[in-house]
């Protein structure tokens, strides 16, 4: 089982440990309320993902080999979203990110707990993620 595996087996049973929808709709917000917000700076149409209907800015960066992820947005279950995929994708190598298989995610459960729009800015989060590591020679 790879890094990424293991990340999403860890937030799985954190879900696991709750009975209702409503339970883990506010895990997910509490997650994106322990989330360093952007610097205003940092809040650019260079970062915005295209295909949410709230803003979110993710950014990525390399240091040592590694990408790294830091994102915000102007609303909390969607905030908390991005910092999910932050744990899952940052600290990893580029390779790591493009071997990935991403139908893994959907032992998240996230298709059972928030819209389909809000699955589909989910998705775009992860293709802007895809396309950072496919930016990276490492």
Not at 10 to 38: H, M, N
Not at 76 to 83: S, T
Not at 97 to 112: H, N, P, T, V
Not at 122 to 136: R, Y
Request: aromatic content about 8%; proline content about 1%; overall charge negative.
């Amino acid at each position: 089982m790879g890094e990424i595996e293991k990340r999403i087996d860890a937030i799985k049973e954190d879900f696991e440990l709750f009975d209702d929808e409503i339970e883990k709709y506010e895990y997910i917000v509490d997650i994106g309320r322990s989330l360093e917000p952007l610097d205003e700076s940092e809040k650019i149409d260079k970062y915005l993902i295209e295909g949410c209907t709230s803003n979110v800015w993710l950014i990525c960066e390399k240091r040592d080999g590694k990408l790294y992820f830091k994102t915000d947005s102007n609303t909390v279950i969607v905030r908390g979203l991005a910092a999910i995929l932050v744990k899952i994708f940052s600290n990893l190598s580029a390779k790591e990110i493009r071997d990935f298989d991403f139908s893994l995610l959907d032992k998240l459960g996230f298709s059972e707990i928030i819209t389909p729009t809000r699955q589909n800015g989910l998705k775009s989060m992860i293709t802007k993620i895809v396309e950072s590591a496919q930016g990276e020679n490492a």
